[in-house]
């Protein structure tokens, strides 16, 4: 009895762990939800498989449970011979695995299709990886610059530095300047390497995709207009001796504000032009 109380007791907390709300935003049992449309689409299809997942195994663990408790050799029970080769119950354990695949397959699909339809995009990015940063073109809009890690952090970083890296805030997940976008629009980002692999990915956006030299991977994202913020993620594709110092940073703005932050970006960038085509 005491051990049948240790287990339910342990069980009652497991589950009390994944059904109650996590106080750090951070440190997650479950997927992010994300910032996007198609990141909350995706966690929805997540949490169905889940619990798919889980209906499943309670039915199959709870059938051995009882089977194993009920026929017991010491209380008689003798085997069936006949189920052994049962065509019937073979069929039956084939149909339903098949159909519960179609339920799942069927949303799964779609989904998918969605990931790679980036038609309607408002604004185009071409995202070029290095070893070891990021560099950003602003289509059409005359804007180009380079996205590397945050000086504190790269001073932190450096062996024997004397600097106590809990003293830098987000520290290796910074950047001098992100990828600003406006909240709301669909950016579409064409992606692309000038050296080694490289994968850009952030996990609110809901989106991971390789960056391959001499080759342009598309994806996209929309974040929702009511979530502006900054959205982190990283390189996760091993490129080198400082895969580790390679972060991504997004910065979601409200229409007006990127719009402000582009024309200071533009106007910034004419004298430098200017420059470059001067004889």
Same mark, same amino acid.
């Given at each position: 009895m005491l051990r049948t109380h240790r287990l339910l007791t342990a069980l009652g907390a497991a589950v009390a762990a994944l059904?109650?709300?996590?106080a750090h935003a951070e440190w997650t049992l479950n997927m992010t939800t994300g910032v996007t449309s198609m990141s909350g689409e995706i966690f929805s299809l997540h949490m169905k498989m889940f619990w798919w997942c889980v209906a499943i195994a309670v039915f199959v663990f709870g059938w051995m449970i009882v089977s194993i408790v009920k026929f017991q050799k010491s209380k008689?029970?003798?085997a069936d011979?006949?189920?052994? %080769?049962s065509t019937k119950a073979e069929i039956i354990w084939t149909i339903i695995p098949v159909l519960i695949l179609v339920v799942l397959a069927v949303p799964a699909a779609k989904t998918l299709i969605k990931l790679e339809?980036?038609?309607?995009?408002?604004?185009?990015?071409?995202?070029?990886?290095?070893?070891w940063k990021w560099q950003y073109d602003y289509l059409d809009q005359g804007v180009s610059y380079f996205s590397t890690l945050s000086?504190?952090?790269?001073?932190?970083?450096?062996?024997?530095?004397?600097?106590?890296?809990t003293t830098v805030n987000e520290y290796l997940r910074d950047v001098d300047y992100p990828l600003v976008v406006p909240t709301g629009a669909k950016v579409r980002l064409l992606l692309t390497s000038?050296?080694?692999i490289h994968a850009w990915w952030v996990p609110e956006l809901a989106i991971k995709k390789d960056a391959i030299?001499?080759? /342009?991977n598309e994806l996209w994202f929309q974040v929702d207009a009511d979530k502006p913020g900054i959205y982190r993620g990283q390189c996760v594709?091993?490129?080198?001796?400082? %895969?580790?110092?390679?972060? /991504?940073?997004v910065e979601a703005k409200s229409p007006e504000d990127y719009k402000a932050w582009l024309a200071e970006r533009q106007a910034a960038a004419k004298p430098a032009a200017i420059a470059a085509n001067t004889p």
């Open positions: 059904a109650a709300p996590l008689g029970a003798v011979t006949a189920m052994l %080769h339809d980036s038609r309607g995009s408002t604004l185009s990015v071409k995202v070029t990886g290095y070893q000086r504190d952090s790269n001073a932190a970083r450096q062996l024997q530095s004397g600097i106590d890296p000038a050296d080694v030299p001499g080759f /342009v594709e091993l490129c080198g001796r400082d %895969h580790g110092f390679m972060p /991504v940073v």
